[in-house]
C-alpha cells in the first residue's frame, strides 16, 4: 500500500481477493504524529488480487482466466461535459455491469479518480491509458505540443492515482 509517497506493510488476515464478481474492498486511515500531535491524516481504500498474464494462456486474475468483455470510455460525461460526477460514473458503471460488461478501457486519456472508485466498488477491470498522441498532431493544440516536456510526469501522476485501485489491470 502507498499513501502519499510512503509505503505501508500490514497484514490482512483472511483477506477476501478482489474480483469483477466479488469487488471485496477494504478501508485503511493513516495518522501521521509529530511529537503526540496529528499533522496528517489520510483515509483510503484498497483491494487485494493477483495478476498474471500468460502469453500461451492470457490473463489470470486471482489465478482464474480471466475474458474481457469491455468497451472504451472517454473522459467525458456526455451532454453533462468534461467534468467528472461521482454520480455520472458510478451510474455508468452499473450500466455497464447490468449489460454484461467486465471491463473499460480509458480512451486517450486517464479517467478520472471517481470513475476508478465506482469501477473498485461495482467490479470492472480498468486499461488506464495515457495519451493518444505523442508526436503527430491531431489539432493545433492537442497534447502533442507538450509531450516531450511532460509526458513523464504526468505519466507518473497517472500511476500514482491508480496505485491502491485494484481494478486497475
Known amino acids: 500500500l502507498s499513501v502519499k509517497g510512503v509505503d505501508i506493510e500490514f497484514e490482512v488476515k483472511n483477506a477476501r481477493l478482489w474480483s469483477a464478481q466479488e469487488p471485496n474492498l477494504y478501508s ?3 495518522i501521521l504524529e509529530l511529537d503526540g ?4 491524516k489520510h483515509i483510503g481504500r484498497f483491494g487485494i488480487r493477483t495478476l498474471e498474464v ?9 489465478g482464474e482466466k ?3 468483455l469491455g468497451g472504451c470510455v472517454h473522459h467525458d460525461s456526455g451532454v453533462l461535459g468534461s467534468a467528472t460526477l461521482k454520480d455520472f460514473e458510478y451510474r455508468r ?3 455497464m455491469k447490468e449489460n454484461g460488461f467486465n471491463a473499460i478501457r480509458a480512451s486517450h486519456n486517464p479517467i478520472s479518480k471517481h ?5 473498485d466498488e461495482l467490479g470492472m477491470y480498468v486499461m488506464d491509458e495515457a495519451f493518444d498522441m505523442w508526436f503527430s498532431y491531431k ?6 505540443k507538450n509531450f516531450r516536456q511532460d509526458w513523464e510526469k504526468d505519466l507518473a501522476a497517472m500511476v500514482h492515482k491508480a496505485y491502491n ?3 486497475v489491470i
Open 165 to 167: 485501485h485494484p481494478s
Open 93 to 95: 458503471v452499473k450500466i
Open 37 to 40: 500531535q496529528e499533522v496528517d
Open 115 to 119: 470513475l476508478l472508485d465506482a469501477c
Open 66 to 68: 480471466t475474458i474481457l
Open 28 to 30: 485503511f486511515e493513516t
Open 139 to 144: 489539432t493545433k493544440y492537442d497534447y502533442a
Open 54 to 62: 500468460l502469453p500461451a494462456k492470457g490473463l489470470f486474475i486471482n
